[in-house]
């Protein structure tokens, strides 16, 4: 079946015979037709449903020309920064503008502006200025609410109010946007869509719409000036993520109120295999010819499920997707591992089956009414639910099948083991071991002090160690050297100087040199981003050691690279200064 990209040019609408166009996507990223690209899946669904989808990739922003590319949507503007948000995307931890973009031709930073979502929006309304306006994307999803923004160090408003936008999508959004589609394709006005699971929209004056029996947060004003009332917020936003459970939010911006309604429910299999089973090409846009890096990284690789029920206090995830995994069938996922094993250009390697998570397929509550009144934050900290089915029986039966399609060589595991669940299947680690680990395996112990683990929301440094010892054990039965990778983040909240310094006398011990340190980088509405800003642990109210100066924060970096000579001036000074000069010996040895 021949397949083709979403139209991209005007010449590409017309060779179509389009009168018109009913939705514009506008994306930061380059125009990848694959379905680990948000503005794809989105084009996808909308298209099935019969609408005249065309995408505007990293257009121009300093004028409104390229919005009109396309003449005036019949419908609206769909409008996402990308698949990151556009200041992680630029600038790194430490607020220097990075030097690449993965989601560029050939890596090229600088293709989209900083607040992308603010700026394209409008351009968007300059350039048509009736047309609706809907945000969405991880950008949109996450700024939704008033919100701590590190690089302009302040709490912002909401995205919906500074874009000057009609509605706002958070989470995934197909069925949001669909319905969205639909309605006013139907004749109804934008600002009647007030209905709608899983949107925001700030009521005007003369709108009619109760807000008696929302849940009032802070409003801005207050989480601004207050710390505990920004910590209040952030407790109430993750209290109210469960879809059976949750109720409508209403925060204050001024005398403006944004009004976020309850999140849709999860998607069912028979829904996730529709999506994953339209046909994308699973390819750039053929205007493209240099490579984007992210797509390369992720071409040959299957998405299972979405959600993760892990709570991580650092992570967003579940604030996006959702804490309840959501899962394609295994007819779905073997559908689309025969379709990558029959192109041409393919070596025989699927370089990831997974999602956020790459062992929570097939997991959920045993009893779902549990489930649909539960407000617990992570089905995992600080131990296992005794309602959560842990048995990873269908995933090693479906990396088993995947493994034996004509075609395939080999299937790797990119996505980042949950260790404290794999831990409790010893035949899942035997089974990385023995076949889907190309020598070296990432995980993510993230850290090994217990305070700071625990702020994380992450299981102690037992975790780490009994997945490494069965690791070890497995690959030594399978005859093969293999290694763990350990992903670590440098001056998260509760680091100080003694923790950082344990953390790197542990690796040191254990033999690791580790590359993969990410400084902690605080995103948008993260409960860590709470601590880092307010000082204090949103949950528990007490008071949070949070480096903040860069001397310290590239301590902490440097101490963790406690192997490279340029580092050991800065840790001995340091450690020494700390009265720690016994330590600094241990580490890098004499001065």
Not at 52 to 78: C, H, I, M, T
Not at 186 to 198: C, K, M, N, Q, S
Request: net charge positive; with cysteine; glycine share 6%.
């Amino acid at each position: 079946m021949h397949r083709e990209c979403l139209p991209c040019t005007a010449e590409e609408v017309r060779a179509r015979r389009w009168k018109h166009v009913d939705i514009v996507l506008v994306t930061g990223d380059a125009y990848v037709d694959h379905p680990s690209f948000g503005t794809s899946v989105i084009g996808r669904v909308l298209e099935k449903a019969g609408f005249r989808v065309a995408v505007l990739s990293q257009p121009r922003w300093n004028s409104s020309r390229d919005f009109e590319r396309f003449g005036k949507p019949g419908l609206f503007f769909g409008i996402s920064s990308g698949n990151m948000d556009s200041m992680i995307n630029r600038y790194t931890a430490l607020k220097k503008t990075r030097n690449d973009d993965a989601y560029s031709e050939n890596g090229t930073p600088f293709r989209r502006p900083d607040r992308a979502a603010i700026v394209y929006a409008q351009r968007a309304r300059e350039a048509f200025r009736d047309v609706p306006i809907v945000l969405g994307g991880i950008e949109a999803s996450l700024r939704r609410f008033a919100h701590y923004d590190y690089w302009s160090d302040r709490v912002r408003r909401s995205i919906l109010l500074d874009a000057k936008a009609d509605l706002l999508v958070y989470g995934m959004g197909e069925s949001q946007v669909a319905a969205i589609a639909a309605r006013l394709a139907a004749g109804e006005d934008v600002h009647t869509l007030r209905d709608i699971r899983g949107t925001l929209f700030a009521p005007r004056k003369q709108d009619r719409f109760d807000l008696q029996n929302a849940l009032h947060l802070p409003s801005l004003e207050e989480v601004t000036r207050d710390p505990d009332a920004y910590n209040r917020a952030t407790r109430m936003v993750y209290e109210h993520a469960n879809p059976f459970s949750a109720k409508t939010l209403v925060q204050y911006h001024g005398n403006r109120p944004v009004v976020q309604l309850p999140p849709p429910p999860p998607l069912t299999e028979e829904e996730m295999d529709r999506i994953y089973d339209l046909p994308y090409t699973r390819k750039p846009h053929p205007s493209y010819r240099g490579p984007i890096p992210a797509f390369e990284m992720i071409k040959n690789s299957v998405t299972l499920m979405r959600g993760c029920f892990g709570g991580c206090s650092f992570c967003s995830i579940a604030l996006h997707q959702g804490s309840f995994v959501q899962q394609r069938s295994e007819v779905s996922v073997l559908r689309e591992v025969e379709r990558i094993a029959s192109d041409p250009d393919f070596d025989g390697t699927i370089t990831d089956l997974g999602g956020p998570t790459a062992n929570m397929y097939g997991m959920r509550g045993r009893d779902f009414k549990r489930c649909a009144d539960c407000k617990r934050l992570s089905c995992l900290f600080p131990r296992a639910c005794d309602n959560l089915n842990t048995d990873h029986g269908c995933l090693i039966d479906l990396m088993r099948k995947v493994k034996r399609l004509k075609g395939v060589n080999h299937l790797f595991i990119a996505s980042g083991i949950r260790m404290d669940l794999a831990n409790l299947s010893e035949r899942y680690i035997r089974e990385i071991a023995f076949h889907h680990t190309s020598g070296h395996l990432k995980v993510a112990p993230e850290h090994i002090s217990p305070e700071v683990l625990n702020l994380m929301r992450k299981p102690g440094p037992r975790t780490f160690e009994t997945f490494q010892r069965l690791f070890s054990r497995f690959s030594r039965e399978a005859g093969k050297q293999q290694y763990l990778v350990p992903y670590l983040i440098a001056s998260h909240p509760g680091t100080n100087l003694e923790r950082a310094a344990e953390l790197a006398l542990y690796l040191k011990r254990h033999g690791y040199r580790p590359r993969q340190i990410q400084d902690f980088l605080p995103s948008p509405m993260s409960i860590a981003t709470a601590m880092y800003h307010t000082g204090r642990d949103p949950f528990s109210g007490k008071d949070v050691a949070v480096p903040r100066r860069e001397h310290e924060k590239k301590l902490y970096r440097a101490l963790l690279h406690y192997f490279k000579g340029e580092n050991r001036d800065l840790i001995y000074r340091s450690l020494r200064r700390a009265g720690m000069e016994d330590l600094a010996r241990l580490l890098i040895g004499p001065s």
